[in-house]
């Protein structure tokens, strides 16, 4: 089988970090992307590592340990409008295969 | 990035009746689309993946005959909910596939949902 593993809910106040944890266990991985979605729309696409490492873009940085099936999501400096659902995906095949989801919540 | 639209952002029908929704890729081709169902606070489930030119590939538990999936261009697939019930009410998301060259990332740009009611 397959699944992905994430926690349902963050809170974080503002201008702090917050990392999202997920685990996966799928049958084939090529590798790990991370979306943004807010309320009512569509999910917005973040990030990717096909390799084991960390990747920076901007404010958000996502790592991925191949070995332990283990990536995570970095938020830093968070604002309000961060508050969002977000979503790691393995790219099985040519397939996206998502995640539960964690609802961040940032408060001020 | 590149942009992905769909048509129509919302509908309402009776049920018993059919909906056609479009997806398209505006600034690139688009080999591989794919269609997703979200209900709320859940996560995006692959309903089917849609290839140009040939027959989509739909996930299991999904019916084929009820959720209708043409790719006829490299821009353009739609998605035909037949004989739609209330229990097919849900969001329902395409994504577009970036063809990929060397040093680029195999990326999927998502349209921005249809949200589908049905009475």
């Known amino acids: 089988g397959q699944s992905l593993e994430q926690p349902s809910e963050v809170t974080a106040v503002e201008g702090a970090i917050v990392q999202i944890n997920c685990t996966y266990q799928t049958s084939g991985f090529y590798g790990l992307s991370w979306y943004q979605q807010h309320d009512g729309g569509a999910p917005t696409f973040l990030s990717y590592?096909?390799?084991?490492g960390l990747e920076e873009t901007g404010r958000f940085s996502s790592f991925l340990s191949r070995s332990d099936s283990y990536g995570y999501l970095l938020l830093q400096e968070l604002q309000m409008k961060d508050s969002a659902s977000y979503f790691c995906?393995?790219?099985?095949?040519?397939?996206?295969?998502f995640g539960s989801g964690t609802r961040l919540l940032v408060r001020p | 990035g590149a942009v992905v639209s769909q048509h129509p952002s919302w509908v309402i029908c009776k049920s018993g009746t059919s909906v056609k929704i479009e997806c398209r890729s505006l600034d690139f081709q688009a080999t591989t689309m794919f269609w997703y169902r979200q209900f709320p606070k859940q996560s995006l489930m692959l309903m089917a993946t849609s290839n140009e030119g040939s027959k989509a590939t739909y996930e299991q538990g999904v019916e084929k005959d009820k959720f209708l999936i043409n790719h006829a261009s490299l821009t353009l697939s739609t998605l035909t909910v037949t004989s739609a019930h209330p229990e097919d009410s849900s969001f329902y998301i395409c994504s577009a596939r970036v063809p990929v060259t060397s040093g680029s990332t195999d990326t999927q740009y998502f349209g921005p949902g249809t949200r589908l009611t049905v009475l």
């Open positions: 590592n096909a390799l084991d």
């Open positions: 995906a393995v790219l099985s095949s040519y397939k996206l295969i």
